[in-house]
Nanobody, 119 residues
Framework: QVQLVESGGGLVQPGGSLRLSCAAS????????MGWYRQAPGTQRELVAH???????TYADSVKGRFTISGDNAKNTVYLQMNSLNSEDTAVYYC?????????????WGQGTQVTISS
């Protein structure tokens, strides 16, 4: 098992920035995908960005050029730098970890952190 602890959410004005962090409670297995999803009221949870163990990143079209995901393997932590925020970015952001082992895959979710963009 692994716990994902998120931090960095909050209220920010349009055009502002936030940095989310997600720390895993133990060392992550060698092959993984770790990233962020978000869910706004009345919508489905959607992928924001993720990063793989070899550093490959993927972004939703809506955040390309504004958000940057990065990882610190030594700290078992992934970061999401969010710039040029707008009201459509308002959502609960969830950290997600997928570990791939010889015998299968395990998926973990954080508890979620609220991000609100408002003037």
């Amino acid at each position: 098992q692994v716990q994902l602890v998120e931090s960095g959410g909050g209220l920010v004005q349009p055009g502002g920035s936030l940095r989310l962090s997600c720390a895993a409670s133990r060392n992550i297995f060698r092959i993984y995908v770790m990233g962020w999803y978000r869910q706004a009221p009345g919508t489905q949870r959607e992928l924001v960005a993720h990063i793989t163990n070899d550093g490959t990143t993927t972004y939703a079209d809506s955040v390309k050029g504004r958000f940057t995901i990065s990882g610190d393997n030594a700290k078992n932590t992934v970061y999401l730098q969010m710039n040029s925020l707008n009201s459509e970015d308002t959502a609960v952001y969830y950290c997600n970890l997928k570990e791939f082992m010889a015998y299968g895959q395990s998926t973990y979710w954080g508890q979620g952190t609220q991000v609100t963009i408002s003037s």
